[in-house]
């Protein structure tokens, strides 16, 4: 089993910045993939970012493709959303999600989860 916990949501103008953090726990996470999804408010829940714990290029939605990078400290297991400039648009519930080995797009592929953080971008 994987333990995923979000934190750093909140509220943001439009054009500001915040990270989100993913904590994980209660295996090793070596041979995993991590992602990140969101969900704005009546719509379906839809891919951000993934990136493999040992290594490789991490993929984006063409959506925020320049303006979010996803990192991870394997010593920590920690996983991180850095977002810049931010729109409206962006204002969802953002959550965390693991698999194992390969990477995916669709929220169906992964099967743990954490229970999400608000990021809420005003204009």
């Known amino acids: 089993q994987v333990q995923l916990v979000e934190s750093g949501g909140g509220l943001v103008q439009a054009g500001g910045s915040l990270r989100l953090s993913c904590a994980a726990s209660?295996?090793?996470?070596?041979?995993?993939?991590m992602a990140w999804f969101r969900q704005p408010p009546g719509k379906e829940r839809e891919f951000v970012a993934a990136?493999?714990?040992?290594?490789?290029?991490?993929y984006y939605a063409d959506s925020v493709k320049g303006r979010f990078t996803i990192s991870r400290d394997n010593a920590n297991n920690t996983v991180y959303l850095r977002m810049n400039t931010l729109k409206p648009e962006d204002t969802a519930v953002y959550y965390c999600?693991?698999?194992?080995?390969?990477?995916?797009?669709?929220?169906?592929?992964?099967?743990?989860w954490g229970q999400g953080t608000q990021v809420t971008v005003s204009s």
């Open positions: 209660g295996r090793t996470l070596s041979s995993y993939v």
């Open positions: 999600a693991a698999r194992w080995y390969y990477y995916s797009s669709k929220f169906t592929d992964y099967n743990y």
């Open positions: 990136i493999r714990w040992r290594g490789g290029n991490p």
